[in-house]
């Protein structure tokens, strides 16, 4: 275009026009225009038909495709973010026990798998008339009671929430008595709480809510604030507040001891179902106040594959993306 544009100017017949210095033949603003950059609009034109409309030169290299990690190599990547979902979720959402005896048939079984939520006394839930209730031992009531040994492996499993714990220093009852709550049992019963009488179909067949003897089948307590008063549903085979006044805390339960509350029955399958709080403990005069707690209904190796799952389909977008790239 340089070339064509000087040529205009110099007439028809190639000579300079007369009555003008030959200097002066292309015009000062066209001298911003030199022969290099003439040239160099040539050459950058072959250069853009040499290398294509990218702009990368022959010399330039081509990314390579980013290998995907072999399935076998990423498997023990998320065998670990699995264990410590699982380890996270049993410390603070969901925990698995066994339940250990008969003192809460028919409700539980010897043998039964319970899910037990955590999460809600980290809010400030406290425990409430009717719910199920795994807490620690408050004051040695497991005495003379045999205890399991555990194999490593089983110790690990039960650590990180993939097994039921076999921590022999919980125990699970329901809770009959809350903090200011007065409780009395009168010959068979019934069962009273605050003057109004409950009614107790879970409790175990041919069993009467209340027990005649004179080691505390017959009773009447005032539950102090931060306490719990706790029965097993098999009243006749249950050792429980009732049987262990004599401790330290005349057989109440402290809240800060209580692990939580158990939800849901999630093994044997046959016996699969939730916990909830009878209608009896919902009567007026009773106090009973909405339960904060929420029932979480997966066991923590299920939560820990929910949390791998979307990581592992993350990881493989992300592979293919560069692979396109």
């Excluded at 603003?29 to 990368?56: C, F, I, K, L, M």
């Excluded at 969901?94 to 037990?116: K, W, Y």
Aim: with cysteine; net charge negative.
């Amino acid at each position: 275009m340089g070339d064509v544009a000087v040529g205009a100017r110099s007439g028809h017949d190639g000579e300079e026009p007369r009555g003008r210095p030959a200097e002066s033949a292309v015009p000062a603003a066209d001298s911003a225009v030199t022969p290099g950059n003439d040239s160099g609009a040539a050459q950058e034109g072959t250069t853009a038909e040499r290398t294509g409309t990218d702009g990368r030169g022959p010399g330039d290299a081509t990314p390579q495709a980013k290998k995907p990690r072999s399935f076998w190599k990423e498997l023990p990547i998320l065998i670990g973010i699995a264990l410590v979902l699982a380890l996270l979720i049993k410390t603070f959402l969901v925990q698995a026990f066994s339940i250990p005896s008969d003192s809460m048939q028919n409700t539980l079984q010897e043998g039964d798998r319970v899910l037990v939520d955590k999460l809600t006394p980290w809010f400030g839930s406290e425990p409430e008339r009717g719910e199920v209730v795994v807490f620690h031992d408050p004051d040695n009531w497991l005495a003379g009671e045999p205890t399991t040994n555990p194999n490593a492996v089983q110790t690990f499993l039960s650590w990180i929430g993939l097994m039921p714990s076999a921590e022999e220093k919980d125990l699970i009852k329901r809770v009959i008595g809350v903090g200011g709550d007065t409780v009395s049992c009168k010959d068979n019963g019934p069962l009273m709480v605050n003057g109004k009488a409950l009614n107790e179909p879970y409790v175990y067949p041919g069993n009467t809510p209340c027990s005649v003897d004179d080691q505390g089948g017959r009773f009447t307590v005032k539950v102090p604030k931060g306490y719990i008063w706790v029965m097993g549903d098999h009243r006749q085979n249950s050792r429980d507040s009732r049987y262990n006044q004599s401790d330290k805390h005349h057989g109440m339960v402290p809240v800060d001891d209580v692990v939580g509350r158990a939800v849901v029955k999630a093994w044997p399958i046959n016996r699969w179902g939730t916990l909830p709080v009878p209608d009896t403990f919902g009567q007026k005069g009773l106090d009973t106040q909405a339960s904060a707690s929420a029932a979480l209904t997966v066991a923590p190796n299920g939560i820990a594959l929910a949390g791998v799952v979307p990581v592992a389909l993350w990881r493989r977008r992300k592979t293919a993306a560069a692979e396109t790239r």
